[in-house]
């Protein structure tokens, strides 16, 4: 059992570039989550995936953040133009949702931390 | 609105002593309340489910309760390798996103 990993684990970009990271999420998982964490904070949701349908979106996802899962496996997330709010962890985490069930457990990837200067 | 909210924010323990953690949740239809603990630059790591009021789960020195409005994390005789930020969450409605506390950080000396 690999976990959820996460590519790359530290970013520093300039305000106004653009940035993309990577998940690979549990092998069997058929769901997969953004979560956006700041410092003294919990996790805050994004975006969710049941296998590659994007099913739900948070408010806090604005137009400059898109999320894709080609073939329901790996999952990207892009930032347009950052800016210095940007800054803070992106979590993916992935769940098995099994059918007739009404819940999940999400397990979490190791992050990815996002300087924005 | 769905919400949960930890108790104390930062706790110090000295090793061995024994106390609890507080999250207090509002949601509509509980779908289940999850544990997490997360060290610094870490993602969180999963502890715990628990899904109806009086249900009880235990690991190693922790032991997670459930009633219809909070949830109880104890940690029995901790040891500083217990140090971490302590997550409590519930699902949203739909049973999709969870919902986050702030999270209480455990520091514990010996």
């Known amino acids: 059992d690999t976990g959820v990993s996460q590519n790359p684990r530290h970013k520093i970009t300039k305000r106004g570039q653009n940035v993309t990271f990577r998940c690979d999420p549990i092998?069997?998982?058929?769901?997969l989550y953004w979560y956006r964490q700041t410092l003294g904070q919990g996790p805050e949701f994004l975006t969710y995936f049941q296998n590659e349908a994007q099913l739900e979106k948070s408010r806090l996802l604005s137009d400059r953040f898109s999320a894709e899962r080609p073939k329901g496996s790996f999952s990207t997330l892009e930032i347009q133009r950052t800016e210095q709010g940007d800054s803070a962890m992106y979590l993916c985490?992935?769940?098995?949702?099994?059918?007739?069930?009404?819940?999940?457990?999400?397990?979490f990837g190791p992050g990815t931390r996002l300087t924005v200067l | 609105e769905d919400q949960v909210t930890q108790s104390p924010e930062a706790l110090r323990l000295q090793e061995g002593e024994s106390s609890s953690l507080n999250c207090s949740y509002t949601?509509?239809?509980?779908?289940?309340l999850f544990w997490y603990r997360q060290d610094p630059g870490k993602g969180p790591e999963f502890l715990f489910t628990?899904?109806?009021a009086g249900e009880e789960k235990e690991k190693e020195r922790l032991k997670a309760t459930l009633t219809k409005k909070e949830s109880f994390l104890h940690i029995t005789a901790p040891k500083p390798e217990d140090s971490a930020t302590y997550l409590c969450a519930v699902h949203n409605q739909a049973g999709t996103a969870l919902i986050f506390g702030k999270g209480t950080t455990l520091s514990v000396s010996s």
């Open positions: 092998s069997e998982h058929n769901r």
């Open positions: 949601v509509s239809g509980l779908r289940g």
């Open positions: 628990l899904y109806s």
């Open positions: 985490a992935s769940s098995l949702q099994r059918p007739g069930t009404s819940t999940d457990t999400q397990y």
